[in-house]
């Protein structure tokens, strides 16, 4: 792999490349009225030639030190913004793990030090266990969608995906959650969508935000989903008819674990990683994503997908 030049160095080569070109131009025509190249007459032409290489040399050398100081001076600015995040998301990871973890203690340690409780308690209590124990799973599920999208790319295989096939299967899977809600689903998606990426990534990406229009969008609403050929991409469209998102919200909702209302999203099993897995992956697959609420209500999802 082609090690990327860093910015300091391409404004080295661009400043020095600019500066050859000047000084060339300068010496074969310091005397602006000829027409052609014509060979040094005169001691003071080499003495120009010989000048303005050692000016170079010299601006050369300051502006590589420079850019190397600029260099690391971004080195140790995105390390400290690295590190910084990394401890924001190891504080979010450990509040969100405390909340499933100490209700499944609770629940078995009731069970366990009252062994005369009722069949139906104990049931109850196992059935609470399991519900956690499945947001816990879920949460670490998604962590490491994270993670891999962040630090293992270069392993994320790729392949010919069928969107529409995809998609009609995530609607069947979810139909019997849409119909509790009575909500209605609209795949309006064109036949044989065929993008080159990774199956399990664009699945996350269509389940997210169909799972999160079912839980936030309130009941009875609309979703309905759509898709544009845009010569080398797909421009899809995910729109739901529901409550929306104030205004304020919608810059952040991408973020890892930004929650509008905590509490409901809790209650509702989120694990506020959704719509930032749905943003990596659409990144990943060289689109970009917008949120919005048209004028007549709702929430609408933008994002294009690269078809190769």
Same mark, same amino acid.
């Given at each position: ?16 490349? /600019? ?49 190397? #100081?600029?260099? &690391? #001076? ?13 401890? +924001? ?26 062994? !005369?409780?009722?069949? +139906? ?32 790319? !270069?392993? /994320? ?74 010569? &080398? ?6 729109? &739901? ?19 509008? &209302? ?26 970009? /994503?917008?949120?919005?609420?048209? !004028? ?13």
């Amino acid at each position: 792999m082609k090690k990327k030049l860093s910015e300091g160095r391409k404004m080295w080569m661009s400043v020095m490349a /600019i500066f050859l070109i000047y000084a060339t131009i300068f010496i074969l025509f310091e005397d602006y009225d000829r027409k052609f190249i014509m060979p040094f007459e005169e001691v003071s032409d080499w003495h120009l030639l010989l000048f303005s290489l050692v000016v170079m040399a010299g601006l050369g050398f300051l502006l590589f030190r420079y850019s190397k #100081r600029m260099d &690391d #001076r971004i080195s140790r600015e995105q390390a400290e913004k690295e590190n910084r995040m990394r401890r +924001e998301l190891t504080q979010n990871i450990a509040h969100e793990l405390k909340t499933p973890v100490a209700s499944i203690l609770g629940f078995t340690e009731t069970i366990l030090d009252n062994p !005369d409780i009722t069949e +139906e308690v104990q049931k109850q209590f196992v059935s609470r266990t399991h519900a956690q124990a499945k947001r816990l799973s879920t949460l670490l599920q998604d962590i490491s969608t994270l993670n891999r999208m962040d630090y293992a790319r !270069d392993f /994320i295989s790729m392949e010919r995906v069928n969107v529409s096939v995809l998609f009609a299967d995530i609607a069947k899977e979810t139909s019997i959650a849409l119909e509790r809600r009575q909500m209605t689903l609209h795949n309006c998606l064109p036949q044989d969508i065929v993008i080159r990426g990774n199956h399990t990534l664009l699945y996350s990406i269509f389940r997210n935000l169909v799972d999160n229009a079912i839980n936030y969008a309130g009941q009875g609403t609309t979703i309905e989903v759509s898709a544009t050929d845009d010569a &080398d991409s797909w421009l899809f469209a995910f729109r &739901d008819n529901g409550t929306g998102i104030p205004e304020e919200h919608l810059a952040r909702i991408f973020e890892r674990f930004y929650r509008i &209302d905590k509490g409901r999203s809790r209650e509702m099993g989120g694990t506020g990683l959704g719509l930032s897995i749905v943003k990596n992956a659409v990144v990943l697959h060289g689109g970009n /994503i917008t949120a919005r609420t048209p !004028d007549d209500g709702g929430l609408l999802f933008e994002f294009t997908l690269r078809k190769r």
